[in-house]
C-alpha cells in the first residue's frame, strides 16, 4: 500500500498530484452575457448517458457488497452506509469509468407559453444549473489526470465508504 503514496512512485497517487500538471482550459464556462452559472441545463444524449451511469451505479453496489467488511456487517448499518455513501462512491465510479457527458440550455419559458398554461409549468427543480455541472466536470477531469490504478481507486472507493 506504501508504494501507491511514495513520492518516488511514478505511478503513485502523491507523485501523480505533485508533479502533474492538468489542462483545464476547455472547461472553463462558455461567454456569454449575464449570468450563466445559473442558467439551468438538461443532458443532450439522455439515453447513452443514463445507460453508462446505470452501469456505474451496478458496478459501485457491486463493489461495496463484494467488501468482507461491509458483508459482516448488520444489514441495518449496510443499509445506512449504502444510503450515506452512494453519491460519493457513485462520482468516483464516473471517474474510474470515464463517463462522459454533454448538456444543453433548457429553453426560456415564452411569455405566450405562460398565458395559455394559466401559469402552470413544469417544475425545473430537478434540473442542474451550469455551475453544478461544470464542478463535477471539473472534478472529473481533475482524477482523471491523477491516472489512478484500479487498486488506487478500490482504496479510495473503501475510505469513503467506512469514513465518517
Keep these: 500500500?506504501?508504494?501507491?503514496?511514495?513520492?518516488?512512485?511514478?505511478?503513485?497517487?502523491?507523485?501523480?498530484?505533485?508533479?502533474?500538471k492538468c489542462d483545464f482550459a476547455h472547461l472553463s464556462y462558455p461567454k456569454t452575457r449575464g449570468c450563466h452559472c445559473k442558467r439551468l441545463v438538461y443532458l443532450r444524449n439522455p439515453e447513452i448517458t443514463c445507460r453508462a451511469a446505470f452501469g456505474v451505479l451496478i458496478k459501485t453496489i457491486n463493489f461495496m457488497k463484494s467488501?468482507?467488511?461491509?458483508?459482516?456487517?448488520?444489514?441495518?448499518?449496510q443499509l445506512v452506509l449504502v444510503q450515506n455513501r452512494w453519491v460519493l462512491l457513485f462520482i468516483l465510479g464516473l471517474a474510474q469509468e470515464q463517463v462522459t457527458f454533454e448538456v444543453r440550455d433548457v429553453p426560456a419559458t415564452s411569455i405566450l407559453r405562460n398565458v395559455l398554461m394559466n401559469g402552470h409549468q413544469k417544475s425545473d427543480d430537478c434540473l442542474p444549473t451550469l455551475a453544478e455541472v461544470h464542478k463535477l466536470k471539473t472534478f472529473l477531469h481533475k482524477v482523471w489526470c491523477l491516472d489512478l490504478s484500479l487498486k488506487e481507486y478500490s482504496c479510495l472507493k473503501a475510505a469513503i465508504l467506512f469514513s465518517q
Design 1 to 20: 500500500m506504501k508504494q501507491y503514496f511514495s513520492d518516488q512512485n511514478p505511478n503513485g497517487i502523491l507523485f501523480s498530484i505533485l508533479t502533474h
Design 67 to 77: 467488501l468482507p467488511a461491509f458483508q459482516n456487517l448488520p444489514l441495518n448499518d
